[in-house]
């Protein structure tokens, strides 16, 4: 029995071919085959969905541009792809109100560009937000460099408009900076993975635009120098916009292999900093800065005009399609610890009995580990090197993801290394907002 026929406002896609890449994301994990992809241009189209679901037993996987590292929109047994890509509506930015409606099938970078086009900021700024959807920036919370000065995704929604399992359209939250009419169901979508329900939009907070960066490379001679500073530069009220990481591995790698503007770079291992602050060009910023930095800020370099920022942004954004395309076998965590405790995670992980290579966001201490050996361990021997650089995160006061969420690829993890009682609440709200299972089943929880 064909449960799409005469389904309304969609394409429906079948063959082989045309399903073949929706069988995975860009982790590790591999879906299996689904019924179909379905891409809605309406309400009608998801209203019905659901109700076949419901009706029939199948499950419905949410998508967005399938960038996502945890697995989170593969297809698990009998279940339609939900793909948003052509879900209808129009960016709206309201200057008066600071804030910009969009459906969840705008691009990422157009949504920032849009607030840009008028002298407005969003910052969440995942790396792959030139390719992602705000749909799958929602339902996974995501954050990039700058969440560690404006935070993650769900700091800047202010509504969230979603389809849920009574099949109609619903908005959460309101158009402004204050609302506290009750617990906010927005809230509970945002980093959802799509379990709850569909996300069709947003309407997001914006900030006035910073205009003035100060954009500095901080190569180190010894790279645990580096550890410490993201909690002294916050503790003496520094506060920058991104501070980033490659380990000496990381440098090694990108110096080596990586395109010609990597080759050059600097140090034992190396920190971007940004920030953006008004007056952080200025003498009395910098020489502040310098003073805190100390002996560590010896071989400093200060970009000079926009091109050389973007080039270094660029080296650092095209750092984990790079790693992946050099270890095609390798396994990529971004587990997180508190900025303080920096120098135990690594002390940590040295004696932990595996090689790794690490990079990312130290300003908030999200790290990605990277098991570059994963695809020859043994996978028993592999989850319990995963397990255990999970625990070393917990135990420090972290988690086992920062921004890429649970998906599928952390699920085992997650169930197992919780409070029992925190699984047992998320597992209520799943029964009572999705009492049939049929959103995004076999995630999370
Ligand atoms: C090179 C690279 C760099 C990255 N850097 C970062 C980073 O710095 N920070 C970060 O947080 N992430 C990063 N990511 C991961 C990923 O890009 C983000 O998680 C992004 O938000 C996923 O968006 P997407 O549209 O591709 O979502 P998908 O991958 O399509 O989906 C992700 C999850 O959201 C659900 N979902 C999607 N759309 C909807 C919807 N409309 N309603 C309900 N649920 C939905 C899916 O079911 C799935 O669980 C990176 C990925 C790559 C490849």
Not at 30 to 49: Q, S, T, Y
Not at 201 to 228: C, I, M, N, Q, S
Not at 415 to 431: C, F, T, W, Y
Request: include cysteine.
């Amino acid at each position: 029995m064909d449960v799409l026929a005469g389904l309304p406002e969609a394409t429906i896609l079948r063959d082989f071919e045309s399903l073949e890449p929706f069988l995975r994301d860009e982790s590790h994990v591999r879906g299996v085959p689904p019924l179909a992809v379905v891409k809605p241009h309406g309400p009608k189209a998801l209203r019905e969905l659901v109700r076949r679901a419901k009706a029939e037993g199948f499950g419905l996987v949410p998508r967005g541009a399938g960038t996502g590292k945890a697995g989170g929109c593969v297809p698990t047994e009998r279940t339609v792809i939900v793909d948003f890509s052509e879900w209808p509506g129009d960016l709206r930015v309201s200057p008066q109100d600071l804030c910009l409606s969009a459906p969840a099938s705008a691009p990422l970078r157009e949504v920032k560009a849009a607030a840009e086009a008028e002298g407005l900021f969003y910052p969440p700024d995942p790396n792959s937000w030139e390719s992602c959807a705000l749909g799958g920036t929602l339902a996974t919370n995501a954050g990039g460099p700058n969440a560690c000065k404006y935070g993650m995704t769900r700091h800047w929604v202010l509504s969230v408009d979603a389809l849920l399992e009574d099949g109609e359209l619903h908005t959460f939250g309101i158009h402004s900076v204050k609302a506290n009419a009750g617990p906010s169901l927005g809230q509970l979508l945002i980093g959802s993975e799509g379990i709850f329900g569909f996300i069709v939009g947003a309407t997001l907070r914006l900030t006035p635009l910073p205009r003035e960066f100060a954009t500095l490379l901080l190569p180190v001679k010894r790279w645990e120098d580096l550890l410490d500073l993201p909690g002294r530069l916050c503790g003496a009220g520094f506060l920058p916009s991104a501070f980033e990481f490659f380990d000496p591995a990381v440098l090694a790698e990108l110096r080596a292999h990586g395109p010609e503007a990597a080759r050059r770079l600097p140090g034992e291992a190396l920190a971007i900093l940004e920030f953006d602050d008004r007056g952080c060009t200025s003498e009395a910023f910098l020489e502040g800065l310098l003073d805190l930095l100390g002996p560590v800020a010896d071989g400093l370099e200060i970009a000079s005009d926009a091109r050389q920022r973007q080039g270094i942004w660029a080296v650092r954004r095209m750092t984990s399609a790079f790693l992946k395309e050099r270890h095609p076998g390798k396994v990529s965590e971004d587990i997180v610890v508190p900025r303080s405790r920096l120098r135990e995670f690594f002390e940590g992980l040295d004696r932990l009995d595996f090689p790794s290579i690490s990079y990312g966001h130290l300003g908030d201490g999200n790290l990605h580990v990277n098991l570059l050996a994963a695809g020859e361990t043994e996978p028993a021997r592999l989850e319990r090197q995963l397990m255990d650089l999970f625990r070393l995160s917990i135990s420090l006061g972290g988690a086992l993801s920062g921004e890429h969420g649970i998906g599928l690829a952390k699920r085992d993890a997650f169930l197992a290394l919780s409070d029992p009682g925190q699984i047992a609440a998320l597992r209520a709200i799943k029964q009572a907002l999705d009492s049939c299972g049929i959103f995004n089943p076999g995630k999370v929880i």
